[in-house]
């Protein structure tokens, strides 16, 4: 039933209303009928765990059958070398046997020889004598047998006997009857017989001799390679397998750069489930490929940018928004590769503004200048100043946009974070913004004195502070930064910068201590350390993502090859992105032809970094060596490292100082040294060295002191 009704406005004009229905709700849904006898015999039948996997799903029945076909054709082969090992098994035993070894080496042990030696000898004739009736029973038998049955009956009984030196030769090494002789190459052979790879994680210690694996989906290809998913015994741990790689790569005759092992996390995972994947030969030997941002015409900044291929040869794409990145190597490992593929696809995006600094000073970066907001190219102290006012302009930029975002409504601006339509809007001049700095240990090391707030510090450390406030608030405003280094010590970059840079991509270095720089404390014990990556692989490194990739959202580190981008495609790119800018009106700064420096009051910019610079360093007031080592340990002391003891050889090379005296005059200042274990490499050694509690304290006495003193000097 419906009516229709009318309704006057303030004027009294008759306003139209839509038809009003009325009517009863009905709550019945659709009959659901009851499953069928079919559907519920498929039901159990897919749940049920008596039946394989095979039976379940195509693929793996698929894979059954051609692990069948190769079985069968293996077979005759399989057959006649059981048939061998267990004719070498008899003729063993039975020159054991007829030499009367075991009864000889009873009387040995019970020191007894002598007294058995004529028991001995007429055994050992015994034993001939038998030996001899059996050579002269057999073929006697084997006549008889062909002259009443022809040579069917022949031809059976030497079936019958090959069948049992089959079974006698499938005895494994170490069985009675058995010794463990010299034997070909190991091959990897667990694709075939899933028995050979539980003895590998025996032989890697991963599981114990009584324990075994349960296999969660048999072996299958997937690419080049043969990839499995295990469930490891009870209390025994995926992360154990993960870390002793290496070992389990031994074990089944592989190089360990073949090997791909990961847990298996999420709802399909546990603690205990480990994912192999085994490449066929060495995944990274093949020809590098080409990036594909060459195939398209623009990139939007907020979606992860194509970086690279794991050994899988899955594509890894490298989030950049709302973080920041690292990139460390030694030289010649392409590392300014991996930060022109992050920068590429900021630069096909319009919409991103570029700061980029090379201090390398090589054409690597020379394209670059046709897009970018500011650029340098340069290695002297005038680059790392210039450096410095573009991080102050930056801090300021930042400051602005928080403060700007205070007064947008929820809509516009739901968190305080720049999303994708602000950082496109012109008008909210919020666009996203990447700091890309090439070679940034020598800013990071520069000793030109500046005065900032008041206050005497070096470029060097200046910048560091800067780019640590950046890195730790830039991000949700919309700031990105890229870094690279070859230089990757802890000395050259502050802990406290490496600590809250997101991103880490290690490419080669010279051992584990770098790698960890880069990556992160303890990596190496979880078993990623880019030292051990061959040096024939370029562009080959270990990346600890700050977000989701296409190995999943909970992968620690992966292994892998960044894309090929030589200078001829680096131009295109750049062509492109300015192509872009110029159509979009986003054409700024440098690329733009201003070259005027930004003006800007330090002073204010440090106020806002905080206390760090402000109230500058510890170690002044303090005497030496204190004053030394507190500098070197720099943030270490706060707890930023994870650290709480350092050799004392260490402190003596980097300090440059003589050990007796070092050692004299920290003991005068209260601290001395102990004995703590710490890891060097695969083994762990005990040092002599400082708590750094105990440097603390001496700090604490020293700053007292010194506070007594001027005390003391005001007084008088």
Known sequence: ????????????????????????????????????????????????????????????????????????????????????????????????????????????????????????????????????????????????????????ALWLAGLVVAVALAALGRQRDGNPGRRAVLSGPRTLTWTIDSQVL??????????????????????????????????????????????NRDALASALAVDEIQLNVERVRGNGGHAGRVALWVADEDPYSAPPIRTPLLAVERWD?????????????????????????????????????????????LILDPHVRLYIADFKNGKDWKAAEQVAHRFMAGDDSEYVLTLVDWLAELVADVQSRYRRMQELDDVTCPESKVTPAMSRDLALSMPITALIVDEIQIPLEDRTPVEVHGKKLTAGEYCG???????????????????????????????????????????????????????????????????????????????????????????????????????????????????????????????????????????????????????RSESEGLPEPLASVVDYLADELNGDDGRDFVPTAELVAALNVEPTSFGRDMAELGCRPTRDRVTDGDRVRQVRGYDLANIRAAIGRAGDAAIDGEVVEDGQ
Not at 534 to 548: A, M, N, Q, T, Y
């Open 1 to 152: 039933m419906s009516e229709y009704r009318q309704e006057l406005d303030g004027g009294g004009q008759t306003l139209p209303v839509r038809a009003v229905f009325e009517g009863e709700f009905v709550n019945d849904g659709p009959t659901v009928s009851p499953p069928s006898w079919r559907q519920r015999f498929v039901n159990a039948w897919l749940r049920s765990p008596r039946v394989p996997l095979w039976a379940k799903d195509r693929v793996h029945a698929v894979q059954a059958a051609k692990d069948l076909i190769v079985a069968v054709l293996r077979s005759p082969f399989r057959f006649v070398g059981a048939v061998v090992r267990g004719l070498v098994v008899a003729v063993r035993w039975w020159r054991s046997w007829v030499t009367v070894r075991d009864y000889r080496q009873a009387a040995e042990q019970s020191e007894k020889l002598a007294d058995k030696f004529t028991d001995i000898r007429a055994l050992t004739l015994f034993r001939w004598k038998v030996t001899g009736a059996g050579v002269a029973v057999v073929p006697t038998a084997g006549l008889v047998l062909w002259l009443l049955y022809g040579p069917r």
């Open 465 to 615: 502070e800067l780019l640590m406030w950046l890195a730790k608030k830039a991000p949700a405003a919309g700031v990105i930064l890229v870094l690279a280094t070859q230089r990757p010590d802890g000395k050259t970059i502050p802990s406290g910068l490496r600590a809250v840079l997101g991103s880490r991509f290690a490419l080669r270095v010279m051992d584990w201590r770098d790698s960890n720089i880069i990556l992160g404390e303890q990596m190496n014990t979880r078993g990623y350390d880019s030292s051990r990556l061959l040096p024939s692989h370029k562009g080959v490194g270990i990346l600890r993502p700050d977000g989701e990739t296409q190995a999943g959202a909970d992968v620690l580190a992966l292994t892998v090859r960044t894309f090929y981008m030589p200078n001829e495609d680096w131009r295109e790119i750049c062509v492109q992105g300015r192509v872009l800018r110029e159509q979009e009106g986003t054409l700024s700064g440098h690329a733009a032809g201003q070259t005027a420096r930004p003006v800007l009051d330090h002073a204010t910019v440090a106020k806002a970094i905080g206390s760090v610079t402000a109230d």
């Open 301 to 345: 900044a907020w979606r992860p940018v194509p970086f690279g291929t794991d050994a899988r040869g899955r594509r890894i794409d490298l989030p950049l928004v709302w973080t920041s990145v690292l990139i460390g190597a030694i030289p010649r490992q392409g590392k300014t590769m991996a930060e022109r593929l992050a920068a590429a696809g």
């Open 198 to 243: 539980v003895d590998a994680f025996r032989d890697a210690k991963l599981i114990g001799k009584d324990e075994t694996l349960r296999l969660v989906e048999r072996a299958t290809r997937q690419g080049d390679g043969w990839a499995i998913t295990v469930d490891l015994p009870a209390t025994r741990k995926a992360v154990d397998v993960v870390k």
